[in-house]
């Protein structure tokens, strides 16, 4: 047995024994469990920002903007995110420390265009129209953001009225999406959505669609109840109603669903939704000349997975009103790196190269804003830990990934960075090269394991040593 194999086989071991770890993960949390975490003060923050700023000049020209609102009317029952409840004061009182922060960071982005904004949750929508005018005025009077780009503002049905979507257009936003999740009345009861229904949904894509936003609905596989017969209905009934965009997301369950909802077995919740999700795919790319609505990706659809990938059907109707599309956290979407700066509770900021992070303060959010006490969860990266990130993220839901788009992204090659993993899945044969692309194995369990190699070996039988100890909690 070579050294490659014994490498392969106790990696192999380790997930299969702490089974829970690889289900709840995607690829891309192998990174945040290589490294060790380190708290920052917002004044850490500030000056790991002004440093970027300075020293990257070529990468300060892509930068995304995110903002979190984590309140909602209801928690719905499969939601990862962070979100609550909560009563009209502590939403004020969010807002007011939300503001501080704003302008805590004016100075360190006085000279920076901002590529997109995206307003997430939570609900965004749950703001009264006073408080979304409260928030906009103190945002664009402190940042600024570039007129092609897109300006996204989640919305649930239920709170978004046509007022609210006056304000978000009289604010320069130009998309909004909606979550759906599906219309079948058992699967939203399960989801917590009951109050959820169609002339509502109708009512808000009507009143969008007439003030020109981009509408995007979103629909999710593998809820309890759901069937692809529910699945494929609710689409349909979606597509009747003419958004521009109609994503379906793979659900990603926590460890409390699919104990509740799925006796706990994480193998074959999966395995089912890789099932399904694939059987509505093909359904609905075979009527898309029907549905008008077209899976862009269908062409490559072989190499994709369906789990923790969102599928965009965009109606052959579809004219964007902006040029430059919001990355998310994830930079590969882009032609060239991209940073990603955050506020609110929860939410997720991306320093190309140098710094990942997010707001610590769960639980906290009403607390004044203060400088000494708040603190952020970050891990310092390097160029090597981008490279990582950048297969990782492709991985998560495709098989393989492109050398050139690798190349154009770093200016370096994968072949040069990763030569001697690359030799060692070869010799187990966990690796295939055909051409431009790197494939690794279509089994999702097996594709985990081998993203491991990507790693320095004694790191990671390190932290196996260190997860074990601890009785499989994740560290």
């Known amino acids: 047995m070579n050294i490659a194999q014994e490498k392969y086989n106790l990696y192999k071991k380790f997930l299969k024994q702490f089974k829970d770890y690889y289900s709840l993960s995607f690829l891309t949390n192998l990174i945040r469990w290589t490294k060790k975490p380190i708290f920052f003060s917002p004044k850490q923050i500030r000056a790991y920002w002004e ?258 990938i969102g599928h965009a059907y965009i109606s052959k109707n579809f004219k964007p009103t902006y040029e430059d599309y919001y990355g998310f956290t994830a930079p590969i979407t882009y032609a060239k790196p991209c940073s990603l700066f955050g506020l609110g509770t929860a939410s997720n900021s991306y320093i190309f190269s140098a710094l990942q992070y997010n707001d610590a303060a769960l639980g906290r959010e009403v607390a004044d804003f203060n400088q000494r006490e708040k603190k952020y969860w970050a891990m310092i990266f390097n160029l090597k830990d981008e490279m990582r990130y950048f297969i990782l993220q492709h991985l998560s839901h495709k098989t393989c990934f492109s050398q050139k788009e690798f190349k154009t992204f770093f200016k370096s090659s994968f072949k040069t960075n990763f030569r001697t993993a690359i030799k060692n899945l070869k010799s187990i044969n966990k690796i295939k090269i055909k051409g431009d692309l790197v494939f690794l194995p279509t089994n999702p369990f097996e594709r985990y394991v081998t993203c491991l190699f990507f790693f320095d070996h004694e790191s990671v039988n390190k932290k196996i040593k260190e997860f074990s100890k601890n009785e499989g909690k994740i560290l």
């Open 51 to 308: 440093e970027f700023l300075d020293l990257n000049k070529d990468y300060t020209n892509n930068i995304n903007f995110y903002l979190h609102i984590p309140f909602c009317r209801s928690k719905c029952s499969y939601c990862l995110y962070y979100s609550r409840t909560s009563t009209e004061q502590e939403i004020e009182e969010y807002l007011n420390n939300l503001i501080e922060e704003i302008y805590f960071f004016k100075p360190t982005f006085s000279n920076i265009e901002f590529t997109t904004l995206y307003i997430g949750g939570g609900t965004p929508s749950i703001l009264s129209q006073k408080q979304m005018e409260e928030l906009f005025i103190n945002l664009f009077a402190v940042f600024k953001f570039k007129k092609k780009g897109e300006k996204t503002f989640e919305c649930n049905p239920s709170s978004t009225t046509l007022e609210k979507l006056k304000t978000l257009k009289r604010f320069g936003f130009n998309r909004v999406s909606l979550g759906v999740q599906n219309l079948d009345k058992k699967v939203l009861k399960f989801a917590n959505r009951a109050y959820e229904n169609y002339d509502l949904i109708r009512k808000v894509v009507k009143n969008a669609k007439k003030l020109n936003f981009e509408v995007n609905t979103d629909l999710m596989i593998g809820l309890k109840g759901d069937s692809i017969k529910s699945i494929m209905k609710s689409f349909i009934a979606l597509t009747k109603l003419q958004p521009d965009t109609i994503t379906l997301y793979s659900f990603q369950p926590s460890e409390e669903y699919v104990k509740k909802h799925f006796h706990n077995n994480y193998y074959t919740f999966n395995t089912n939704l890789e099932k399904k999700a694939r059987k509505i795919y093909q359904r609905l790319n075979s009527m898309k000349n029907v549905l008008n609505y077209v899976n862009l990706e269908e062409e490559k659809f072989e190499i994709y997975t369906s789990v923790s």
